[in-house]
C-alpha cells in the first residue's frame, strides 16, 4: 500500500540557513502529496500540496516538487526563521478500506532555528 | 472562522473511568477522523467516517468507540480509560476522504 518515509529529525538550524527535509513515497498511481506543519501546542496544518507529478506546491516560502523519478517529495526553504520551528509531516493518501481513502503520515520531523 | 473545534484541550482520568470527547466541523465536510498522537509514533488512526451514518476502524480502533451524530459531528469514546491511552487526539475534516485535511487543536488526555 501507499506509505511515505520521511527525514529522522531533529533538525537544528541557524536563523537564514537553507532548509531541506527529505520525504520518499510509495504508491500506486499519482495520489495528492502533502505537506503539513505543527508548531508547538497546535494542531496540524497544512503547508503545501501538489496533486500531480511535476507539480510544485509553494507556500510561505516552502517548496516542494512531486517528482516520480525518484518518488521524492522534499521539502525546501531557502530561508528559515526562527518562526519556522516546528514539526513538519509528509502525507499521502492510502486506501484502507474499499474505497475508503485515508492519509498516512510520516513520522515527522521537528526543526528547530536558533536566532 | 472556527474549522474544527474539539473539547476539552485537557483532561485528566483514572483508569477505568470513562469519557467523550467532542469534535465538530463548519466546513461542511464529509468526512472526520480521529487520531492520537504519541512521541516517535506519529499520527495514527483511530476511527474514521467517510460521510454521515458510516464509521470504519483506523490503525489502533481496540479500546475506543465512535459516534457520527450528524454531518458536523465526530464524537470518540473511552469506555474503561487505561494509562496506555494516555496521548494527544486530534479530530480532522476533509471535504472526502483522502483529500486534504483540517485538524483541530487537540485534547492532551492523561490517565493515571
Known amino acids: 500500500g501507499n506509505s511515505v518515509t520521511q527525514m529522522e529529525g531533529p533538525v537544528t538550524l541557524s536563523e537564514e540557513a537553507f532548509l531541506t527535509i527529505n520525504c520518499t513515497y510509495t504508491a500506486t498511481g499519482y495520489p495528492s502529496l502533502f505537506w503539513y506543519v505543527q508548531y508547538p501546542g497546535e494542531g496540524l496544518q497544512l503547508l503545501l500540496k501538489a496533486t500531480k507529478a511535476d507539480d510544485k506546491g509553494s507556500n510561505k516560502g516552502f517548496e516542494a516538487t512531486y517528482r516520480k523519478e525518484t518518488t521524492s517529495f522534499h521539502l525546501e526553504k531557502g530561508s528559515v526563521q526562527v518562526s519556522d520551528s516546528a514539526v513538519y509531516f509528509c502525507?499521502?493518501?492510502?486506501?484502507?478500506?474499499?474505497?475508503?481513502?485515508?492519509?498516512?503520515f510520516g513520522s515527522g520531523t521537528q526543526l528547530t532555528v536558533l536566532p | 472562522n472556527a474549522g474544527v473545534t474539539q473539547t476539552p484541550k485537557f483532561q485528566v482520568l483514572k483508569t477505568g473511568q470513562s469519557m467523550t470527547l467532542q469534535c465538530a466541523q463548519d466546513m461542511n465536510h464529509n468526512s472526520m477522523y480521529w487520531y492520537r498522537q504519541d512521541p516517535g509514533m506519529g499520527l495514527r488512526l483511530i476511527y474514521y467516517?467517510?460521510?454521515?451514518?458510516?464509521?470504519d476502524k483506523g490503525e489502533v480502533p481496540n479500546g475506543y468507540n465512535v459516534s457520527r451524530l450528524n454531518k458536523r459531528e465526530f464524537s470518540l469514546r473511552l469506555e474503561s480509560a487505561a494509562p496506555s491511552q494516555t496521548s494527544v487526539y486530534f479530530c480532522?475534516?476533509?471535504?472526502?476522504?483522502?483529500?486534504?485535511?483540517?485538524f483541530g487543536q487537540g485534547t492532551r488526555l492523561t490517565v493515571v
Open positions: 467516517s467517510a460521510s454521515e451514518g458510516t464509521t
Open positions: 502525507a499521502l493518501p492510502y486506501i484502507s478500506s474499499g474505497s475508503a481513502r485515508q492519509l498516512t
Open positions: 480532522a475534516s476533509s471535504a472526502k476522504t483522502g483529500s486534504e485535511a483540517f
